[in-house]
């Protein structure tokens, strides 16, 4: 079966500070990876997804991006973050782009920036 | 464009009452929908989806969403509700655009 691991779980990290959230996929080939932010416990905000190694697409303009170094693994970083990149982080994959696919999701990163 | 209306913020129930958390989709082509439920500090997990065929769709943990196409919407149910489906219910539809679009959520309570 396939799971999906984030970490770190919690993060706690200064303004100005470098991210890097990694998410891995375990029993799947080419899966489809995206990342989203969930603000406040409520919306989810789609900020990247990539349908294989290197591809990457931004959903958003923003202080963070993505990458996709191995089939199965997806990182999300940043350079300097910002008070307002506080959220709860979602990793999910999907067997295709196609709309018919449902996602399955990572337990989250909850990211506090002071 | 897509999009995905929860109208109520909050549903309250009585747990062995039927619950209906609502959802209405706007999309362009023939909708996929789905919908997904968050315990508290967890992931999304997913409940059921419609693509296709039986206007009634069963999903996990006794769940069950109707479409209805002239009305747009695709409401979760279920017939008989338990403290533990208390948690944050997500409707999310794709469409020509192959992105997952998600409501705002309902936050569900039963209460014993």
């Known amino acids: 079966s396939q799971t999906i691991h984030q970490w770190p779980a919690t993060l706690v990290q200064p303004v100005g500070s470098p991210l890097s959230l990694e998410c891995t996929v375990e029993?799947?080939?080419?899966?489809?990876l995206y990342w989203y932010r969930q603000a406040a416990g409520r919306g989810l905000q789609l900020l990247f997804y990539?349908?294989?190694?290197?591809?990457i697409s931004s959903e958003v303009p923003q202080n963070l991006s993505a990458s996709r170094p191995q089939d199965r693994q997806f990182i999300l970083s940043s350079k300097k973050l910002l008070l307002s990149d506080s959220g709860f982080y979602l990793c999910?994959?999907?067997?295709?782009?196609?709309?018919?696919?449902?996602?399955?999701f990572g337990p989250g990163t909850r990211l506090t920036v002071t | 464009a897509q999009s995905v209306a929860q109208p109520e913020d909050q549903v309250n129930v009585a747990e062995g009452n039927p619950l209906t958390v609502k959802c209405t989709y706007s999309?362009?082509?023939?909708?996929?929908l789905f919908w997904y439920v968050q315990y508290p500090n967890r992931g999304l997990q997913f409940l059921l989806k419609?693509?296709?065929?039986?206007?009634l769709v069963k999903g996990s943990y006794g769940f069950e969403a109707e479409f209805n196409k002239s009305q747009t919407s695709f409401h979760l149910k279920k017939p008989s509700a338990l403290v533990s489906d208390s948690a944050l219910y997500f409707c999310?539809?794709?469409?020509?655009?192959?992105?997952?679009?998600f409501g705002s959520g309902t936050q569900l309570t039963v209460l014993p």
């Open positions: 029993g799947t080939s080419n899966p489809n």
């Open positions: 999309v362009s082509g023939n909708p996929y």
């Open positions: 999910a994959w999907s067997l295709g782009l196609a709309a018919s696919y449902e996602q399955y």
């Open positions: 419609y693509i296709t065929g039986d206007n």
């Open positions: 999310g539809s794709s469409g020509s655009a192959r992105q997952l679009t």
């Open positions: 990539s349908v294989g190694i290197g591809q």
